[in-house]
């Protein structure tokens, strides 16, 4: 299987809107709504910011949020913060009843 | 309270078998798939499989012809077997479970095991 496909690194100012792409194909992002999205900070285990595409677990801010189109979903950060400086991963299931990761995304907040 | 805590050899040379263990603690463990997940810095996230209380697994194709996870019910822990590693193999492996029933997202983490594969 193959990683699903996420920019290197996108950035943003303070108070700014980001958007992160996470593209697969028609056996993961596109075949179901099973689409999570992950902080990470080194050192740190991830943590789930959006699953099922647009699910907010509780305590994530609304300032995130999830949406997918065909076998492209991404993740929003709007009104950027500098805790939000971290990489993000995007995650899907797939038909071959297995799981697969996108290569992870760093944002920089400027 | 779900807590996930895992531990194993940190330290290996190639060809060397990994091998970790993951105790959960509250929650059911016969409702979930458990879950191994490495993270490298060359590959990020990556998923290495799952098993169940029956022992039923599922792998990632990648990984699969080296890779055996077992379950010990009466301990409600569960482990992973990386054979014949190499430098790639060099990453934090994490434990985890679904956020919940039928989840394929995880909401709980182990802690991280740093492993280093060097000659």
């Known amino acids: 299987q193959s990683a699903l496909t996420q920019p290197a690194s996108v950035s943003g100012s303070p108070g700014q809107s980001i958007t992160i792409s996470c593209t697969g194909t028609n056996s993961d992002v596109g075949a179901y709504n099973y689409v999570s999205w992950y902080q990470y900070h080194p050192g740190n285990a991830p943590k789930l910011m959006i699953y099922d595409v647009t699910n907010r677990p509780s305590g994530v801010p609304d300032r995130f949020s999830g949406s997918k189109s065909g076998n492209t979903a991404s993740l929003t950060i709007s009104g950027l913060q500098g805790e939000d400086e971290a990489d993000y991963y995007c995650s899907s299931f797939t038909t071959s009843s297995t799981l697969v990761f996108g290569g992870g995304t760093k944002l920089t907040v400027l | 309270q779900v807590q996930l805590q895992q531990w194993g050899a940190g330290l290996l040379k190639p060809s060397e078998t990994l091998s970790l263990t993951c105790a959960t603690y509250?929650?059911?463990?016969?409702?979930?798939?458990w879950t191994w997940i490495r993270q490298s810095p060359g590959k990020g996230l990556e998923w290495i499989g799952e098993i169940n209380y029956t022992g039923n697994t599922n792998y990632n194709p990648s990984l699969e012809s080296r890779v055996t996870m077992s379950v010990d019910r009466s301990k409600n822990q569960f482990s992973l077997k990386l054979r014949s590693v190499t430098a790639a193999d060099t990453a934090i492996y994490y434990c985890?479970?679904?956020?919940?029933?039928?989840?394929?997202?995880?909401?709980?983490w182990g802690q991280g095991t740093p492993v280093t594969v060097s000659s």
């Open positions: 985890a479970r679904p956020r919940g029933l039928g989840a394929t997202a995880f909401g709980y």
């Open positions: 509250g929650g059911s463990f016969t409702d979930y798939y």
